[in-house]
């Protein structure tokens, strides 16, 4: 069964995107901890990042440092954190979270409530950047 993230890759449902190639996709979380919170995701679906072969895992991870330099460009923010959880969705996928402390990447934390219109405002201003 295909995941929500594939059917993002598809275009079966709409996304905020934020970068793509031919292997990778990043788009802004909708249920974000911070502004700028971005997902980055292999287009192959695949279970566990563990789990990709090593040249696929190192193109993910440079194209997500791309994404987050970019993301560190358009929210004031100290750092980039990285998280990598792997339980929400059967899909590999990096959060990208601009945090300014240790605690700015709890997942327990309330997410933020953005209208349309700022995730397309965030989106747009991360990928000018790329």
């Known amino acids: 069964m295909a995941t929500i993230f594939s059917k993002i890759i598809s275009g079966e449902i709409p996304a905020f995107k934020v970068a793509e190639s031919d292997n990778f ?3 802004l979380d909708i249920n974000p901890l911070a502004q700028g919170h971005t997902l980055v995701i292999p287009k192959k679906e ?5 789990d ?5 895992y190192k193109e993910l991870f440079l194209f ?12 004031p923010c100290t750092k ?8 929400e969705v059967a899909h590999a996928h990096i959060h990208l ?29 991360i990928a000018s950047k790329l």
């Open 25 to 27: 996709l990043a788009f």
């Open 97 to 125: 979270v601009p945090i300014n402390d240790v605690y700015d990447i709890d997942f327990k934390k309330e997410k933020l409530k953005l209208s349309h219109d700022q995730f397309v405002q965030i989106a747009s201003s």
């Open 52 to 56: 990709m072969d090593d040249d696929a």
């Open 64 to 75: 997500a440092k791309k994404v987050a330099r970019a993301i560190k460009q358009v929210v």
């Open 80 to 87: 980039i954190g990285v998280a990598i959880i792997g339980l």
């Open 46 to 50: 695949i279970d566990y990042v563990f």
